[in-house]
């Protein structure tokens, strides 16, 4: 596999990530497609209406749609999933009827397993497409009508880990040609599983402030990460490094991630998030109580990470915590939620599997049963 000197590129998600991807892409005069899963968003397009994003990227342009998965994967040699987590698994069991070997799949951002999913059903018919997976999104804003979108930032680090392992370079430089040189490689999925802040942050800042959301209030989000609920932050950062530490990897910490993502002077979490207002970086908090701080994140974030602090004897009490509380803040199992995990368990994934899979083939620990028990074990924990 060699990188094309000029690259088609189908992105999954009509979104602020996924418009946002696509306008990096056109400044950076790549062509691409999109396509929108729901298939509502080319009903908007049909007269040839642009897209206008501003912020930190400046652009109006008229997005190239197609109409199905299967065309998208068909005309494109990279595609790119900009879309929630709850979205992930239909989508990747679409796009994998018709991915080629030669093909390269980014996931924007990758949550835990959504790579391990891929592979494993593509593996019995011996495809082999080079899977990337970023810790975060290299963009962030919002949506300000469905054809304006406002970035409130282009990352300028985003941590990327490949599958397989042995073409990571490839990978970086695959991400570099399209989205410029602000990428690091990590070491493998397990870095990047463990390198995504979103959960651990939502969690804090969607538990401290969930009236304002439940009420639809209109709210700065930095303005409200106060002196506590930077502690919080700080604290469930602490845990997730904990984890990283027991499985001898190096992790970006939570002052960096704010550092780097928002352009702020180090300090404390509460410090970082008072620059960002000063700066007049006020992005606004979630307003219903659908928002993907805790229906993606915490199925698809806390989940994982709680699995996985007990497969190396760390525990993550906090995450279970904030896990068991917003189960019943929303009247539902989470756990019960993340079908990534469940379909890899309908497969007859071992904990084994998936941790060589996340690790690399040299990775080693005891095993500790099937995932359903280690989700039941997890279900079960009482404070």
Same mark, same amino acid.
Not at 142 to 161: E, Y
Not at 298 to 306: K, Q
Not at 343 to 350: A, D, N, P, R
Not at 362 to 376: F, M, S
């Given at each position: 596999?060699?990188?094309?000197?000029?690259?088609?590129?189908?992105?999954?998600?009509?979104?602020?990530?996924?418009?946002?991807?696509?306008?990096?892409?056109?400044?950076?005069?790549?062509?691409?497609?999109?396509?929108?899963?729901?298939?509502?968003?080319?009903?908007?397009?049909?007269?040839?209406?642009?897209?206008?994003?501003?912020?930190?990227?400046?652009?109006?342009?008229?997005?190239?749609?197609?109409?199905?998965?299967?065309?998208?994967?068909?005309?494109?040699?990279?595609?790119?999933?900009?879309?929630?987590?709850?979205?992930?698994?239909?989508?990747?069991?679409?796009?994998?009827?018709?991915?080629?070997?030669?093909?390269?799949?980014?996931?924007?951002?990758?949550?835990?397993?959504?790579?391990?999913?891929?592979?494993?059903?593509?593996?019995?018919?011996?495809?082999?497409?080079?899977?990337?997976?970023?810790?975060?999104?290299?963009?962030?804003?919002?949506?300000?009508?469905?054809?304006?979108?406002?970035?409130?930032?282009?990352?300028?680090?985003?941590?990327?880990?490949?599958?397989?392992?042995?073409?990571?370079?490839?990978?970086?430089?695959?991400?570099?040609?399209?989205?410029?040189?602000?990428?690091?490689?990590?070491?493998?999925?397990?870095?990047?599983?463990?390198?995504?802040?979103?959960?651990?942050?939502?969690?804090?800042?969607?538990?401290?402030?969930?009236?304002?959301?439940?009420?639809?209030?209109?709210?700065?989000?930095?303005?409200?990460?106060?002196?506590?609920?930077?502690?919080? %932050?700080?604290? =469930?950062?602490?845990?997730?490094? &904990?984890?990283? +530490?027991?499985? *001898?990897? $190096? /992790?970006?910490?939570?002052?960096?991630?704010?550092?780097?993502?928002?352009?702020?002077?180090?300090?404390?979490?509460?410090?970082?998030?008072?620059?960002?207002?000063?700066?007049?970086?006020?992005?606004?908090?979630?307003?219903?109580?659908?928002?993907?701080?805790?229906?993606?994140?915490?199925?698809?974030?806390?989940?994982?990470?709680?699995?996985?602090?007990?497969?190396?004897?760390?525990?993550?009490?906090?995450?279970?915590?904030?896990?068991?509380?917003?189960?019943?803040?929303?009247?539902?199992?989470?756990?019960?939620?993340?079908?990534?995990?469940?379909?890899?368990?309908?497969?007859?994934?071992?904990?084994?599997?998936?941790?060589?899979?996340?690790?690399?083939?040299?990775?080693? %620990?005891?095993? =500790?049963?099937?995932?359903?028990? &280690?989700?039941? +074990?997890?279900? *079960?924990? $009482? /404070?």
């Amino acid at each position: 596999m060699e990188i094309s000197d000029n690259p088609t590129v189908g992105i999954i998600g009509t979104g602020p990530i996924g418009l946002g991807c696509a306008a990096v892409l056109s400044k950076n005069a790549i062509n691409s497609f999109i396509w929108s899963p729901t298939g509502s968003f080319p009903e908007r397009l049909e007269l040839g209406q642009s897209v206008r994003v501003t912020g930190a990227v400046e652009i109006e342009f008229v997005p190239a749609m197609v109409l199905t998965a299967q065309k998208l994967v068909e005309v494109c040699d990279i595609i790119v999933l900009a879309i929630p987590a709850y979205g992930h698994k239909m989508v990747l069991d679409q796009i994998a009827l018709n991915l080629r070997s030669d093909q390269t799949v980014i996931i924007s951002s990758h949550v835990p397993f959504a790579s391990e999913y891929l592979h494993s059903i593509l593996e019995g018919k011996g495809i082999t497409p080079l899977i990337i997976a970023l810790s975060t999104t290299i963009v962030a804003g919002r949506k300000k009508s469905p054809l304006q979108v406002n970035l409130s930032t282009l990352r300028d680090r985003v941590d990327i880990a490949t599958l397989p392992a042995e073409h990571a370079e490839l990978g970086l430089g695959i991400c570099q040609q399209l989205f410029g040189d602000r990428f690091v490689l990590r070491d493998g999925l397990m870095a990047i599983s463990l390198s995504n802040l979103n959960p651990q942050n939502h969690l804090g800042i969607a538990l401290c402030n969930l009236t304002r959301i439940e009420k639809g209030e209109t709210w700065i989000q930095a303005e409200n990460i106060t002196p506590a609920v930077g502690r919080l %932050l700080e604290k =469930l950062d602490g845990e997730r490094l &904990a984890i990283g +530490q027991a499985l *001898n990897l $190096k /992790l970006r910490n939570i002052y960096e991630h704010f550092s780097w993502s928002f352009h702020v002077e180090p300090g404390s979490v509460a410090d970082m998030s008072a620059a960002m207002v000063k700066n007049g970086q006020c992005g606004y908090g979630p307003t219903n109580m659908e928002t993907r701080y805790v229906l993606e994140d915490v199925p698809y974030g806390l989940v994982p990470i709680a699995w996985l602090g007990r497969q190396v004897g760390v525990r993550a009490p906090l995450h279970e915590a904030g896990i068991t509380l917003f189960n019943a803040l929303y009247d539902c199992n989470f756990y019960a939620m993340n079908d990534l995990m469940m379909g890899l368990e309908t497969m007859g994934k071992s904990d084994d599997n998936l941790l060589k899979l996340l690790q690399g083939e040299t990775g080693k %620990l005891n095993r =500790l049963g099937r995932i359903d028990r &280690a989700l039941e +074990q997890c279900s *079960n924990y $009482k /404070l």
